[in-house]
């Protein structure tokens, strides 16, 4: 495009003004970018380098006066590796400037890394840099953002829980505490406070097999979703036999916790039967007999007492969790209106133990309503999230009941965990809202009577379902609700109410006490006579 | 290491905390929709083309356009956009090489290909001008014809190419061709590609493994690896996955956690801790917890009132917060905003797309969202 250097020149200086005013017209980069590549073409290298160390210049006047410009950073790299005799160590005393003067400006702090990569600085020199800022000031959540990102590198540890030297871990406690002692409200510290003390990362395993003979279908389930197939397998072997199954889900989703797989060979067979699920992956495989006669059977994987969902808040040891926990509480005594404390010391409690801590949590809940009430429906589910984790952690292990009723529930979660239960009793809480049921494959009895749900969508093939109440909730459109279930091509007329063949079981239906029930349509009369037959 | 700070030897409360940065919303700030004076300031914001203010933002009209028609279209009044005048703007600012420019005369970029693609399809799968269309909702055919319809506007195969063309080794796409990697740009080749009908043209697990890698400590995700969560960022990373049905890589009980606490007590929401709320925030944030089904974690009621607030009575419009001055940009996400709270008299907004719900799925496309 360029014709020759006059050209350059005029082009170079008009953009110049235009972009020093208005950095974001993009088109105007490019100019200047085409304009250099014709130079480099034209020029010796000393000429090349004179011209880009203006332009690095010219950049820096934009910077200052608007440091927040992605054109202005990407173009400043541009130029940078484009030159014949780049500078990098300087680039990174510039950056240095500008977070000195906005420590917050996420534009400069990629390009930091940018730079960081370039100069070869060191993981170690930039968590140097992180420590500095933070202390200069605690409140400054993009280094402790850029610290998890280094902190890793520097001392991390595999053969640790946390990923981490556990002395590094402890001094890294120290100065997180020394954060939000001076500052109690600043959410950085905490934030980075809960990731430090982090999530454990479980290897895929079985964690529970529930095999229904009328139905003919092996359920697995697994410790995390998995996209089966495109990360692991799922060998199933009767007696000596491999079988080669298809497996879905619930849902037809494509990745998911629990698998299903339909199989005749339990269903033409009364015999017993012994059945083996095993991975693809370290885990060792489980077998379960299904006996003669016997219509179930399941295995769960058995955990300590309050161990069951622990991995979820943290890895660390028992020792530092309860240094922790004592620290935190006497900060609590010093801000007891304090949410962020609140929310820790209910974090450390859980990872401790969660049963003999649930009454102190709970009131700590009640307290984080009060103190922040903008936020009460992320505590109540908090608060739904342990009383079911409670539930299930207190469960015998061959239990095939759970009752949630009555418990204020805001939300179910954790229905992955509940594969092989055959009574599930959810009623009278305040669900208004369910996620999609099709974990619950072994469920016969389901009572959600008394919630607030308007929908049925969550009720999807439910494979052994029998009964089901959803008495006083506000369910308008329960028959059109129920006829979606069935994709639409199985939909006719005279057929609607074979809409509840997605729970082929189901013969016991309760409504009452839904606005739909006003509605006397005949298919709500059959629904209704469905009810009156049991 | 460090000393032990002054704090635990002494009870007295920290004085050294810094205040929440918000705002103060004023008592006489509105406190209903004007949606009259809104739809009046957008339909007036294109005839002002001598002003100061429409040539400064020259470089991103493309996206002006669309934040303009989807405002309008969402507050029930598209027809009074200039339909034709629009298309052809469109048609002009496709390149050779099939990427689409900001404005005539500019250079192709992705951001303004998504733009372009989200502003044609709106003009064309909605009535009154797609009268010509039969309008039968079920019909498998609907995203074809309406391709069809717009294939005298836009080389749709030249966008795609184009498109595809931007993605690199890793999976991370270019915004164009001069080489800047963002997360953003992951989302608009999804998005537009998604829309068109034509992901099979890029390698999706790639893309995903490269959006899960600016996944960060906090749940939510930065412009590249290593960059620091924002909402903004987190809306496309969000989005981008929920188009790909890849939102299991999400830990969401972390992210709805970090998103909900960006609202401020003004009722407003700040994009990343320790910044001032603003308006498109609201939408950023909002259209984040709605995806992954954590909508009901933010109070609702205090950020209707914080939108409504930042609304210029006398121009319309809406500000980025109270009292500052309105732009197309805010306006559409202020509104888009209130839809998505169910504000009454908006139509539904898809919260993947920023389009009205209603071409999402006459389109046939189905972003996955979390219960
Ligand atoms: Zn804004």
């Known amino acids: 495009m360029q014709q020759n250097d006059e050209f350059d020149n005029e082009g170079l200086k008009v953009t110049a003004e235009l972009l020093s005013a208005n950095p974001d017209f993009y088109t105007l980069w490019n100019y200047r970018r085409k304009t250099f590549l014709h130079i480099k073409d034209t020029v010796a290298a000393e000429e090349l380098q004179t011209t880009m160390l203006n332009e690095l210049s010219f950049l820096e006047q934009c910077l200052k006066i608007n440091p927040k410009s992605y054109g202005t950073w990407h173009h400043r790299g541009w130029v940078l590796e484009n030159m014949p005799e780049p500078d990098w160590k300087n680039e990174l005393r510039l950056c240095n400037k500008f977070l000195e003067f906005d420590e917050r400006n996420f534009h400069c702090w990629d390009y930091r890394r940018l730079v960081v990569k370039e100069a070869n600085i060191t993981p170690e020199e930039e968590l140097q840099f992180t420590t500095n800022k933070i202390e200069s000031n605690f409140s400054n959540y993009s280094s402790w953002h850029y610290r998890s990102k280094l902190l890793p590198l520097v001392y991390g540890d595999n053969s640790q829980p946390t990923g981490m030297k556990e002395e590094q871990l402890i001094s890294e406690c120290m100065l997180v505490q020394n954060a939000f002692f001076t500052d109690p409200s600043d959410q950085s510290a905490w934030f980075y406070h809960r990731w430090l003390l982090g999530r454990v990362t479980r290897p895929l395993r079985l964690e529970s097999i529930l095999i229904c003979r009328p139905q003919g279908i092996v359920v697995v389930g697994l410790s995390h979703a998995t996209e089966l197939e495109r990360t692991t397998k799922i060998h199933l072997a009767v007696g000596e036999t491999m079988l080669s199954p298809k497996w879905r889900t619930a849902n037809g989703e494509s990745c998911s916790t629990v698998w299903i797989c339909d199989t005749d060979v339990l269903s033409n067979n009364n015999a017993t039967m012994k059945i083996t699920v095993e991975l693809q992956t370290s885990d060792p495989p489980q077998t379960v007999e299904l006996a003669a006669d016997e219509s179930r059977v399941h295995w769960l994987r058995s955990y300590l007492p309050g161990t069951r969902f622990r991995h979820e808040i943290s890895a660390a040891a028992n020792d530092v969790l309860t240094q922790e926990l004592t620290t935190l509480q006497q900060l609590h005594d010093l801000e007891p209106e304090n949410k962020w404390v609140l ?51 207190s469960r015998p292990p061959n239990a095939t009941t759970v009752d949630l009723s009555n418990k204020g529930l805001t939300t179910l979660v954790h229905a992955d965990a509940m594969v092989s239960m055959e009574t599930v009793n959810l009623s009278h809480n305040s669900l208004q809202c369910l996620p999609d049921l099709g974990y619950l494959q072994g469920v016969r009895v389901l009572n959600l009577d008394g919630n607030k749900l308007s929908t049925c969508k969550a009720f999807y093939c439910l494979s052994s379902l029998e009964e089901l109440s959803i008495c006083d909730n506000m369910i308008k459109h329960c028959v059109t609700e129920l006829l979606l279930l069935k994709t639409v091509s199985d939909i006719s007329t005279t057929e609607d109410l074979g809409a509840l063949k997605s729970c082929t079981r189901l013969t016991r239906l309760h409504l009452k006490g839904n606005p739909v029930c006003e509605k006397k349509s005949d298919i709500v009369d059959f629904l209704m006579s469905l009810e009156k037959k049991c | 290491m460090f000393r032990r700070p002054l704090y635990m030897l002494d009870p007295e409360p920290a004085t050294s905390a810094a205040p929440i940065k918000d705002v103060t919303i004023p008592d006489t700030a509105p406190n209903t929709l004007l949606m009259d004076k809104h739809i009046s300031y957008i339909a007036a914001y294109g005839d002002k083309k001598d002003d100061y203010e429409y040539c400064l933002t020259e470089y991103l009209r493309m996206s002006g356009i669309y934040w303009g028609l989807t405002a309008m279209d969402l507050m029930h009044a598209l027809d009074k956009m200039q339909r034709d005048e629009v298309l052809d703007f469109v048609k002009k600012c496709q390149h050779e090489c099939g990427g689409i420019s900001a404005s005539i005369g500019h250079d192709p970029h992705l951001l303004y290909t998504l733009s372009a693609i989200q502003a044609f399809l709106t003009l064309h799968t909605v009535p009154p001008w797609s009268s010509s269309i039969v309008l039968d909702h079920r019909s498998d055919h609907y995203h074809v014809l309406c391709l069809y319809d717009a294939m005298d506007t836009i080389d749709v195969d030249r966008v795609v190419k184009y498109t595809a063309g931007l993605q690199q080794d890793d999976g991370s796409f270019f915004g164009d061709k001069w080489g800047e990697v963002d997360t953003r740009f992951s989302f608009c080749a999804v998005a537009c590609l998604s829309l068109l009908n034509r992901l099979d043209a890029i390698d999706t697990e790639k893309a995903v493994d490269f959006v899960l890698s600016c996944m960060n400590f906090d749940g939510g995700f930065g412009s590249r690896p290593g960059s620091e969560s924002h909402s903004g960022q987190i809306y496309c990373c969000i989005g981008m996955l929920s188009i790909l049905e890849k939102l299991h890589h999400v830990n969401v009980d972390m992210l709805g956690w970090w998103l909900c606490e960006r609202q401020l007590p003004s009722g407003g929401l700040n994009g990343r801790p320790e910044k001032l709320p603003d308006v498109c925030y609201s939408w950023w944030v909002l259209a984040s917890l709605k995806v992954i089904g954590k909508l009901h974690w933010i109070d609702k009621k205090k950020l209707i009132h914080f939108i409504l607030a930042s609304q210029d009575d006398e121009t319309g419009g809406i500000a980025d917060r109270p009292g500052d001055i309105v732009d197309p940009f805010h306006t559409l996400f202020g509104v888009a905003g209130l839809s998505l709270l169910g504000y009454e008299d908006i139509k539904t907004v898809n919260p993947v797309y920023c389009m009205p719900e209603y071409i999402i799925r006459r389109l046939d496309v189905q972003p996955q969202i979390l219960s």
């Open chain 1, 343 to 393: 929310l820790t010391v209910i974090s450390l409690m859980r990872a401790l133990d969660p049963l003999s801590h649930e009454n102190e949590t709970f009131d700590y809940i009640n307290k984080l309503i009060e103190v922040d009430p903008m936020r009460t429906s992320y505590y109540l589910d908090l608060k739904s999230k342990f009383i079911i984790e409670n539930a299930l952690e």
